[in-house]
């Protein structure tokens, strides 16, 4: 089975999510060096958690490295077809809500924390994330990401 991150369109997209990392917080995600290829490659075997989703109404996930994936418990496919919202409880969701619209407005916030879901029902809390908007080279919105390597799971 060919790994996702080798698909163009995957491949494309994680130039994206990080050419727009670097422009909100002037920082790079990870080592760009290498190939495309090789950075995405890179992007999915990293330590740290790294998601998005879309621009949709109801944005679905679209991209998620293997910590994310195994953190969500799901497969590349149950990843990337459910809506984001799902990755919070209900109660949560509001809350989740407003801040991913803060960093619409303000392109990116850091030191985010808040309160996640499995799909098998494990909640866990992220600590110190960043979340940003996600744009083409011409700024077309296409979506947001969020990366973070400090979390815990609640009983």
Not at 75 to 96: C, G, I, V
Not at 129 to 152: C, Y
Request: with cysteine; net charge positive; charged share 15%.
């Amino acid at each position: 089975m060919q790994a996702h991150w080798t698909n163009p369109s995957v491949i494309n997209w994680c130039q994206y999510l990080l050419d727009s990392y670097v422009h909100w917080t002037k920082l790079e995600l990870m080592d760009r060096s290498g190939t495309l290829l090789t950075q995405a490659e890179r992007l999915f075997n990293s330590a740290f958690v790294v998601a998005s989703h879309g621009a949709e109404a109801d944005p679905i996930l679209n991209y998620g490295n293997q910590a994310a994936l195994n953190l969500w418990a799901m497969d590349w496919q149950q990843f990337t077809q459910t809506p984001s919202r799902l990755t919070a409880e209900s109660p949560n969701r509001e809350e989740r809500t407003r801040m991913l619209q803060q960093a619409k407005i303000q392109g990116y916030i850091s030191n985010y924390r808040g309160i996640r879901i499995s799909s098998t029902g494990k909640r866990f809390l992220v600590n110190q994330a960043t979340i940003w908007n996600i744009h083409k080279p011409d700024g077309t919105a296409i979506g947001q990401g969020a990366t973070f390597s400090n979390w815990k799971y609640l009983d």
